[in-house]
Protein backbone atom coordinates (compact mmCIF):
# COMPACT_ATOMS: atom_id res chain seq x y z
CA UNK A 1 0.00 0.00 0.00
CA UNK A 2 1.07 3.65 -0.43
CA UNK A 3 0.84 6.10 1.39
CA UNK A 4 0.19 9.85 0.68
CA UNK A 5 3.49 10.80 0.00
CA UNK A 6 4.62 7.76 -2.00
CA UNK A 7 6.14 5.89 0.43
CA UNK A 8 5.71 2.09 0.12
CA UNK A 9 4.60 0.37 3.72
CA UNK A 10 7.10 -2.04 4.97
CA UNK A 11 5.05 -5.24 4.55
CA UNK A 12 4.61 -3.75 0.38
CA UNK A 13 8.63 -3.34 0.59
CA UNK A 14 9.96 -4.82 -2.90
CA UNK A 15 13.66 -5.99 -3.61
CA UNK A 16 14.71 -4.67 -6.31
CA UNK A 17 18.17 -5.78 -7.81
CA UNK A 18 19.84 -5.04 -10.67
CA UNK A 19 22.62 -6.14 -12.53
CA UNK A 20 25.42 -3.47 -13.95
CA UNK A 21 26.68 -3.56 -17.14
CA UNK A 22 23.63 -3.37 -19.51
CA UNK A 23 21.59 -2.62 -17.27
CA UNK A 24 22.27 0.50 -15.49
CA UNK A 25 24.46 1.71 -18.59
CA UNK A 26 23.69 1.24 -22.13
CA UNK A 27 24.56 -2.00 -24.45
CA UNK A 28 28.65 -1.22 -24.54
CA UNK A 29 28.71 -3.36 -27.68
CA UNK A 30 29.15 -0.17 -29.96
CA UNK A 31 31.11 1.97 -27.61
CA UNK A 32 33.54 -1.19 -27.71
CA UNK A 33 33.51 -1.38 -31.92
CA UNK A 34 34.39 2.74 -31.60
CA UNK A 35 37.15 2.07 -29.07
CA UNK A 36 38.99 -0.89 -30.99
CA UNK A 37 39.19 1.31 -34.01
CA UNK A 38 40.59 4.26 -32.29
CA UNK A 39 43.06 1.89 -31.66
CA UNK A 40 44.09 0.70 -34.81
CA UNK A 41 42.22 -2.88 -34.63
CA UNK A 42 39.69 -4.39 -36.10
CA UNK A 43 36.13 -3.28 -34.87
CA UNK A 44 35.08 -6.68 -33.61
CA UNK A 45 38.36 -7.62 -31.55
CA UNK A 46 37.39 -6.68 -27.98
CA UNK A 47 34.57 -9.06 -27.86
CA UNK A 48 36.16 -11.32 -30.05
CA UNK A 49 39.18 -11.48 -27.69
CA UNK A 50 37.17 -11.94 -23.84
CA UNK A 51 34.24 -14.01 -25.56
CA UNK A 52 36.05 -16.25 -28.25
CA UNK A 53 39.63 -16.58 -27.74
CA UNK A 54 40.59 -19.69 -25.00
CA UNK A 55 42.95 -17.36 -23.19
CA UNK A 56 40.96 -14.61 -23.21
CA UNK A 57 37.90 -16.28 -22.02
CA UNK A 58 40.40 -17.83 -18.68
CA UNK A 59 41.61 -14.35 -18.26
CA UNK A 60 38.02 -12.88 -18.01
CA UNK A 61 36.69 -15.60 -15.83
CA UNK A 62 39.81 -15.21 -13.53
CA UNK A 63 38.83 -11.83 -13.46
CA UNK A 64 35.30 -11.78 -12.44
CA UNK A 65 35.55 -14.00 -9.35
CA UNK A 66 39.14 -12.06 -8.62
CA UNK A 67 41.52 -14.36 -9.25
CA UNK A 68 43.59 -12.18 -10.97
CA UNK A 69 43.02 -8.03 -10.24
CA UNK A 70 42.35 -5.66 -13.23
CA UNK A 71 45.97 -4.53 -13.59
CA UNK A 72 47.10 -8.20 -14.42
CA UNK A 73 44.25 -8.83 -16.64
CA UNK A 74 44.68 -5.30 -18.33
CA UNK A 75 48.92 -6.18 -19.38
CA UNK A 76 47.41 -10.08 -20.57
CA UNK A 77 44.92 -9.20 -22.73
CA UNK A 78 46.18 -6.08 -24.26
CA UNK A 79 49.01 -9.02 -25.46
CA UNK A 80 46.15 -11.05 -26.84
CA UNK A 81 44.49 -7.57 -28.42
CA UNK A 82 47.86 -6.69 -30.10
CA UNK A 83 51.33 -5.97 -29.46
CA UNK A 84 51.49 -2.31 -30.32
CA UNK A 85 47.82 -1.98 -27.59
CA UNK A 86 48.69 -0.17 -24.27
CA UNK A 87 48.14 -2.32 -21.05
CA UNK A 88 47.71 1.06 -18.80
CA UNK A 89 44.24 0.93 -17.85
CA UNK A 90 43.46 -0.68 -20.74
CA UNK A 91 39.74 -1.91 -19.13
CA UNK A 92 38.95 1.73 -17.86
CA UNK A 93 40.16 3.33 -21.85
CA UNK A 94 37.40 0.40 -23.18
CA UNK A 95 34.62 1.15 -20.78
CA UNK A 96 34.80 5.07 -20.36
CA UNK A 97 32.57 6.01 -22.87
CA UNK A 98 29.79 3.29 -22.27
CA UNK A 99 26.58 5.82 -21.57
CA UNK A 100 24.82 5.69 -18.52
CA UNK A 101 21.29 3.96 -19.09
CA UNK A 102 19.25 7.54 -17.47
CA UNK A 103 16.19 6.00 -17.02
CA UNK A 104 16.83 2.51 -15.42
CA UNK A 105 18.84 5.04 -12.93
CA UNK A 106 16.22 7.36 -12.59
CA UNK A 107 14.00 4.22 -12.02
CA UNK A 108 16.25 2.96 -9.58
CA UNK A 109 15.73 6.49 -7.74
CA UNK A 110 12.37 6.09 -7.93
CA UNK A 111 12.17 2.77 -6.12
CA UNK A 112 14.39 3.59 -3.07
CA UNK A 113 12.91 6.45 -2.45
CA UNK A 114 9.27 5.12 -2.12
CA UNK A 115 10.88 2.60 0.36
CA UNK A 116 12.22 -0.03 -1.85
CA UNK A 117 15.25 -2.30 -1.05
CA UNK A 118 18.10 -2.43 -3.85
CA UNK A 119 20.60 -4.74 -4.45
CA UNK A 120 23.28 -4.70 -6.95
CA UNK A 121 24.76 -7.68 -8.18
CA UNK A 122 26.88 -7.80 -10.81
CA UNK A 123 29.75 -10.00 -12.39
CA UNK A 124 32.79 -7.34 -11.56
CA UNK A 125 35.45 -6.63 -14.42
CA UNK A 126 37.60 -5.47 -11.84
CA UNK A 127 37.89 -2.29 -9.67
CA UNK A 128 41.03 -0.91 -9.42
CA UNK A 129 42.51 0.95 -11.46
CA UNK A 130 38.55 1.51 -13.35
CA UNK A 131 36.18 1.60 -11.17
CA UNK A 132 33.03 1.54 -13.29
CA UNK A 133 30.60 2.09 -10.37
CA UNK A 134 31.91 4.89 -9.54
CA UNK A 135 32.34 6.38 -13.01
CA UNK A 136 29.12 5.86 -13.62
CA UNK A 137 28.32 6.96 -10.12
CA UNK A 138 25.69 4.06 -8.93
CA UNK A 139 27.59 2.48 -6.07
CA UNK A 140 25.82 4.80 -3.34
CA UNK A 141 22.07 4.06 -4.51
CA UNK A 142 22.02 0.83 -3.41
CA UNK A 143 21.60 -0.70 -0.18
CA UNK A 144 23.76 -4.10 -0.51
CA UNK A 145 26.48 -4.88 -3.16
CA UNK A 146 27.09 -8.64 -4.18
CA UNK A 147 30.09 -8.10 -6.77
CA UNK A 148 31.73 -10.77 -7.92
CA UNK A 149 35.02 -10.28 -7.50
CA UNK A 150 35.02 -9.46 -3.85
CA UNK A 151 32.31 -12.61 -3.35
CA UNK A 152 34.31 -15.34 -5.32
CA UNK A 153 31.83 -16.61 -7.06
CA UNK A 154 29.75 -15.19 -10.58
CA UNK A 155 26.07 -15.52 -11.72
CA UNK A 156 24.51 -17.78 -12.72
CA UNK A 157 26.29 -19.74 -9.98
CA UNK A 158 22.78 -20.11 -7.82
CA UNK A 159 25.36 -19.22 -4.27
CA UNK A 160 25.17 -15.90 -5.56
CA UNK A 161 21.37 -15.10 -5.59
CA UNK A 162 21.20 -16.69 -2.26
CA UNK A 163 23.28 -14.65 -1.25
CA UNK A 164 21.93 -11.61 -2.52
CA UNK A 165 18.56 -12.67 -1.02
CA UNK A 166 20.25 -12.58 2.33
CA UNK A 167 21.98 -9.41 2.28
CA UNK A 168 18.57 -7.76 0.92
CA UNK A 169 16.63 -9.18 3.62
CA UNK A 170 13.51 -9.89 1.82
CA UNK A 171 11.73 -13.34 0.70
CA UNK A 172 12.51 -14.05 -2.81
CA UNK A 173 8.92 -13.96 -3.80
CA UNK A 174 8.85 -9.97 -3.11
CA UNK A 175 12.19 -9.30 -4.65
CA UNK A 176 12.86 -8.78 -8.78
CA UNK A 177 15.94 -9.35 -10.89
CA UNK A 178 16.99 -7.43 -13.46
CA UNK A 179 19.47 -8.47 -16.27
CA UNK A 180 20.63 -8.18 -19.64
CA UNK A 181 21.90 -12.03 -19.99
CA UNK A 182 19.25 -14.45 -20.37
CA UNK A 183 21.75 -17.13 -18.99
CA UNK A 184 21.72 -15.59 -15.46
CA UNK A 185 17.93 -15.56 -15.27
CA UNK A 186 17.01 -18.74 -14.79
CA UNK A 187 18.89 -19.78 -11.26
CA UNK A 188 17.06 -16.15 -10.04
CA UNK A 189 14.02 -18.08 -10.93
CA UNK A 190 14.55 -20.94 -9.47
CA UNK A 191 14.79 -19.04 -6.08
CA UNK A 192 10.99 -17.69 -6.59
CA UNK A 193 12.20 -14.45 -7.45
CA UNK A 194 10.58 -12.47 -10.28
CA UNK A 195 12.28 -11.73 -13.31
CA UNK A 196 13.49 -9.20 -16.31
CA UNK A 197 15.35 -9.78 -19.31
CA UNK A 198 16.65 -6.00 -20.62
CA UNK A 199 16.90 -5.86 -24.36
CA UNK A 200 15.50 -2.62 -24.60
CA UNK A 201 15.67 0.15 -21.43
CA UNK A 202 12.24 1.71 -21.90
CA UNK A 203 10.42 -1.55 -22.12
CA UNK A 204 12.20 -3.12 -19.08
CA UNK A 205 11.57 0.50 -17.08
CA UNK A 206 8.02 0.07 -17.81
CA UNK A 207 7.82 -3.40 -16.84
CA UNK A 208 9.53 -2.24 -13.74
CA UNK A 209 7.63 1.24 -12.82
CA UNK A 210 4.17 -1.58 -12.89
CA UNK A 211 6.07 -4.34 -10.57
CA UNK A 212 7.38 -1.65 -8.17
CA UNK A 213 4.29 1.18 -8.11
CA UNK A 214 6.80 3.72 -8.98
CA UNK A 215 7.57 6.46 -11.77
CA UNK A 216 11.37 6.92 -13.26
CA UNK A 217 11.92 10.49 -13.75
CA UNK A 218 15.21 11.74 -15.20
CA UNK A 219 16.09 15.49 -16.17
CA UNK A 220 16.32 16.11 -19.54
Known sequence: MLHSNGAVEKNDRKGLILDFAGVLTASPIVTHREWCM?????PGAWRATL???PEGRRLYA???IGEIGQAEWNEETAALLGEHVDPVNLMGRAWAGVPVARRM???????????HRLGLLSNSFGLNPFNPYEHVGIWDLFDVH???ELEGLAKPDPAI???VLERIELPAERCVFVDDHAVNLPPAAALGISTVHVTD???AVAELEALLGVTAVHAA
Open 38 to 42: SEGLE
Open 51 to 53: NDH
Open 62 to 64: ALE
Open 105 to 115: VALARAARAAG
Open 146 to 148: VVS
Open 161 to 163: YRL
Open 201 to 203: EDA
